[in-house]
């Protein structure tokens, strides 16, 4: 659906029952969007903001941590055949002791222990260490979006950055913020980072201050000579 203009924002009661994720561009703006959703449905929106393991030099043991800590199905030995080390039953059993002392115990030493026992360098990334990143990471519980399997229920607001890699039933996004305000160009790779995270329904609302329409039949004209249009693919409301 494409939507347009847009008056006062409000959520229909039929994509409510759905998993949602709603893409805006801007933090301040993802509050108070936040505020107005949590008047209409108390407690079902959350905001997600994506973490910096992704930009740690041993984002792969992180990853890794933090799935075993936030899923309760994922077993120490999914996490040693995918850091791709020699193991055995000693050691399994060794690091599920480690493991399953965090998951009981919150703690960065903990932490620590785990990396020293993986005989693994602990680097850093903008001023921290990747040890009290992670620690950061599993101390906020609406980071388990990441790292667990799908809740069909789930409903989050996030920006398009945060949201790479995850799917959900319907997607709402706010065409402006891909936009750049200078130029006004399009911000393609945004766009198609947001657009392909709806599997069933994609709604694009736009609040007519950029010409989001006007852009994607510049694109199809140009990549598809003109055999197709926006409106083959998208239902406008007004």
């Known amino acids: ?38 008047n209409l449905y108390p407690n079902q929106f959350k905001y997600i903001q994506r973490n910096d393991i992704s930009n740690c030099q041993n984002s792969y043991i992180l990853e890794q941590i933090a799935t075993y800590y936030f899923d309760k199905n994922y077993t120490e030995f999914h996490v040693l055949e995918s850091i791709s080390i ?17 998951r009981e115990n919150l703690n960065q030493n903990t932490v620590e222990e785990i990396f020293n026992y993986l005989g693994v360098s602990i680097f850093s990334y903008d001023d921290k260490l990747e040890t009290e990143i992670l620690f950061d990471v599993l101390l ?18 996030m920006t398009t950055f945060t949201a790479k890699g995850l799917e959900a039933d319907v997607v709402i996004i706010f065409t402006s913020y891909y936009f750049d ?53 998208v239902e406008t409301i007004n």
């Open 140 to 157: 906020n519980p609406l980071n388990e979006v990441f790292y667990l399997p799908e809740n069909k229920d789930s409903k989050y607001i």
């Open 181 to 233: 305000k200078r130029s006004k160009k399009m911000k393609i790779e945004d766009n198609y980072v947001g657009v392909t995270r709806a599997r069933s329904k994609l709604i694009l609302i736009d609040d007519g201050i950029y010409t989001y329409k006007d852009k994607i039949n510049d694109l199809l004209d140009k990549n598809n000579n003109g055999i197709y249009s926006f409106d083959d693919f």
């Open 86 to 102: 020699d193991y055995n039953r000693k050691t399994a059993r060794e690091l599920k002791m480690k493991l399953d002392i965090l």
């Open 1 to 38: 659906w494409y939507i347009k203009p847009l008056g006062s924002f409000s959520v229909c009661e039929s994509w409510v029952n759905n998993n949602i994720q709603i893409l805006i561009g801007i933090n301040e703006d993802i509050n108070n969007l936040h505020s107005e959703l949590e």
